[in-house]
Nanobody
Framework: QVQLVESGGDLVQTGGSLRLSCAASGFTLSSYHMNWLRQAPGRGLEWVAAIASDSRDLYYIDSVKGRFAISRDNAKNMLYLQMNGLNPEDTAIYYC????????WGQGTQVTVSS
């Protein structure tokens, strides 16, 4: 069955960096557009970034442009999110999700940025 497992979340200080990973199994990663989403405490789900199946097209929400970088390694069935210049507004649970309609999600990984 489809499985997405996020990792890499942690507590960091403002200005710090983290690299999130998402291990995919049960489907052919190279066939799917993939996303990172996040949910901050008391707030709704927010789309953060997306990457085309062949990595040619990358998309970001304005608030993370220039700070975050989405990437993938289809051979390893892995999706990544490099996050630099973190600030407290980035505190959230981060999820990877499959496809244009987020058909499958992982359990999430917690990112906490202290001021």
């Amino acid at each position: 069955q489809v499985q997405l497992v996020e990792s890499g979340g942690d507590l960091v200080q403002t200005g710090g960096s983290l690299r999130l990973s998402c291990a995919a199994s049960g489907f052919t990663l190279s066939s799917y557009h993939m996303n990172w989403l996040r949910q901050a405490p008391g707030r709704g789900l927010e789309w953060v970034a997306a990457i085309a199946s062949d990595s040619r097209d990358l998309y970001y929400i304005d608030s993370v442009k220039g700070r975050f970088a989405i990437s993938r390694d289809n051979a390893k069935n892995m999706l990544y999110l490099q996050m630099n210049g973190l600030n407290p507004e980035d505190t959230a649970i981060y999820y990877c999700a499959q496809g244009w309609k987020y058909d499958y999600w992982g359990q999430g990984t917690q990112v906490t940025v202290s001021s």
